[in-house]
């Protein structure tokens, strides 16, 4: 079994920066992507940033903003969010596609406010 544990959320201010981090523990076999999506209130889920061994995308709302990358000795992935609005308020949840199952974190708040 495969979990993923993420921290990192929190409150900041608008054009503040916040970094999210997942790892991944248990019988890992093989990573195939790992990423991040977000809800928001009243709204659907949305991937925000996914990273494979052949590159990464992000949603559009977020390109030049945050930067996803990897520790594949460490199984874990973080996002970097950076010049945050009060429209990326959220919760993040962390996914992995590991040994060709899903699974996601259990989600960290990020809250974008004065």
């Known amino acids: 079994q495969v979990q993923l544990v993420e921290s990192g959320g929190g409150l900041v201010q608008p054009g503040g920066s916040l970094r999210l981090s997942c790892a991944a523990s248990?019988?890992?076999?093989?990573?195939?992507?790992m990423g991040w999506y977000r809800r928001a209130p009243g709204k659907e889920r949305e991937l925000v940033a996914a990273?494979?061994?052949?590159?990464?995308t992000y949603a559009d709302s977020v390109k030049g903003r945050f930067t996803i990358s990897s520790d594949n000795a460490k199984n874990t992935v973080y996002l970097e969010m950076n010049s945050l609005k009060p429209e990326d308020t959220a919760v993040y949840y962390c996914?992995?596609?590991?040994?060709?199952?899903?699974?996601w974190g259990q989600g960290t708040q990020v809250t974008v406010s004065s």
């Open positions: 990273i494979t061994t052949r590159g990464s």
């Open positions: 996914y992995a596609n590991i040994n060709w199952s899903d699974y």
């Open positions: 248990g019988s890992i076999f093989r990573a195939n992507t």
